[in-house]
């Protein structure tokens, strides 16, 4: 970390040697995760998240981008390279098992992972309205993230399309929050809130993008 450099977050001072928090240990356990195992710790929790099992998987993603500018041991390019295939393959692995599984282990899902009935629910009515085109946004809204794969396979979407647009997604939510951990690194006291405050604006912005889309299909078949 640069000399001289004491963040303070909800709490939190991160400075050179370690992070100091009162109300949120977990970001030094999982400061020391990546600094042990390195990009291995960001695929893991990557591949975790987005297989459905709820990991923090955006925070190491941030920490990973943050410790990338303040260090260097981590190299940003790197970090979305594996946060890419990471995101992609656990979505895939969520999917298949949902497809496999079916409602049932949907229902014992949500038990077992206490995952919130309303988030499955959220997710089932944009999958309705938005089709495939959710897979994309999904990563950009709180709850869906860790879900969304598995919910696709439940639903039966042809697996093709999902693959597309699960890629495109990965690919741009990998890059963004990477893209902000590290140019506002200096600001992790503002980050994470600006992070949220960035995935509903992202999401306002893909969801306006496939209705535009669902709308020119419709007009395309009418005419």
């Known amino acids: 970390m640069l000399p001289g450099i004491r963040i303070r977050y909800s ?15 977990i970001l030094e356990t999982l400061r020391g995760y990546i600094v042990d195992y390195g ?3 960001v695929g893991i929790a990557l591949l ?4 459905g099992i709820p990991a923090p998987g955006e925070t190491i993603l941030l920490l990973a981008s943050f410790l990338a500018y303040s260090q260097h041991e981590l190299q940003i390019p790197y970090i979305i390279l594996v946060g890419v ?11 298949f098992v949902g497809y496999r599984g079916g409602r049932p282990l949907l229902d014992r899902y949500r038990n077992v992972f206490r995952i919130d009935p309303a988030a499955i629910a959220r997710g089932e009515r944009l999958f309705e309205q938005y089709g495939s085109v959710t897979i994309f ?3 950009f809204i709180f709850g869906l993230r860790v879900c969304a794969g598995p919910l696709a396979g439940v639903l039966r979407m042809p697996w093709k399309r999902f693959a597309v647009f699960n890629f495109l997604g990965a690919l741009l939510w990998v890059s963004v929050i990477s893209a902000v951990g590290y140019k506002f690194g200096k600001h992790w006291d503002r980050l994470l809130d600006f992070v949220k405050d960035l995935n509903i604006g992202i999401a306002v912005l893909a969801v306006a993008i496939g209705l535009l889309l669902w709308s020119w299909r419709r007009w395309h078949k009418r005419r």
Not at 11 to 25: D, F, L, S, V, Y
Request: aromatic share 12%; proline share 6%; net charge positive.
């Open 137 to 139: 946004f999904a990563r």
């Open 39 to 41: 990009y291995w710790a």
């Open 11 to 25: 709490g939190c001072n991160i400075g050179p040697a370690k992070i100091t928090c009162k109300e949120r240990p």
């Open 48 to 51: 975790l998240e987005n297989a």
């Open 85 to 95: 295939c990471a995101a992609t393959i656990g979505d895939n692995l969520g999917f």
